[in-house]
T-cell receptor, first 113, second 111 residues
Framework: GIQVEQSPPDLILQEGANSTLRCNFS?????LQWFHQNPWGQLINLFY???GTKQNGRLSATTVATERYSLLYISSSQTTDSGVYFC???????????????FGRGTQLTVWP | SQTIHQWPATLVQPVGSPLSLECTVE??????LYWYRQAAGRGLQLLFY??????ISSEVPQNLSASRPQDRQFILSSKKLLLSDSGFYLC??????????FGPGTRLTVL
């Protein structure tokens, strides 16, 4: 299977700070998603980003598929940004919609007031 | 819009008891459906996936089984729970090669 590595594993920030989370993957992929797992366990979709850059409010993501990495930027962090951020890549079988997501182990973000 | 439901939200069961967790999806047809387990320590483990009614693929042989009796219903079962079955169980759906979406999860504690 595909190896997905996320860094850093843990990140502690003061409210208002900016941060960059990184996701490296070991093979070409069909798609890449970023998720935020909130304290109740819910996995929230942040970005669906096979390549290029997308922005949503204070969050943005960039995927460079040819170099097999993606970055998630969080600006002006807030305490509600705390939680675990997961990167997951999709590898689909050729000519099929069947495929599975390969997850990284996540980055635990803690934002202090 | 599509929604995904899981129940129960929490469950405490004795060792050796049976298990049935249910997941239903609304607002889409013929989705790919997935069961994941997240143990302490963050990692998500894919347990089962299904591309259609009655079609189940297992990723990891273990004490659990899955069934898909209807297009938008996915059930995770066990005949006899083990302590090691404790964890957070997440159901997910995906249509085609689009994004994957997760349900709210079931927190299972086996005592």
């Amino acid at each position: 299977g595909i190896q997905v590595e996320q860094s850093p594993p843990d990140l502690i920030l003061q409210e208002g700070a900016n941060s960059t989370l990184r996701c490296n993957f070991s093979d070409s992929v069909n798609n890449l998603q970023w998720f935020h797992q909130n304290p109740w366990g819910q996995l929230i979709n942040l970005f669906y980003i096979p390549s290029g850059t997308k922005q949503n409010g204070r969050l943005s993501a960039t995927t460079v598929a040819t170099e097999r990495y993606s970055l998630l930027y969080i600006s002006s962090s807030q305490t509600t940004d705390s939680g675990v951020y997961f990167c997951a890549v999709l590898k689909a079988d050729r000519g099929s919609t069947l495929g599975r997501l390969y997850f990284g182990r996540g980055t635990q973000l803690t934002v202090w007031p | 819009s599509q929604t995904i439901h899981q129940w129960p939200a929490t469950l405490v069961q004795p060792v050796g008891s049976p298990l049935s967790l249910e997941c239903t999806v609304e607002g889409t047809s013929n989705p790919n459906l997935y069961w994941y387990r997240q143990a302490a320590g963050r990692g998500l483990q894919l347990l089962f996936y299904s591309v259609g009614i009655g079609q189940i693929s297992s990723e990891v042989p273990q004490n659990l089984s899955a069934s898909r009796p209807q297009d938008r219903q996915f059930i995770l079962s066990s005949k006899k729970l083990l302590l090691s079955d404790s964890g957070f169980y997440l159901c997910a759906w995906r249509a085609g090669r689009g994004g994957q979406y997760f349900g709210p999860g079931t927190r299972l504690t086996v005592l």
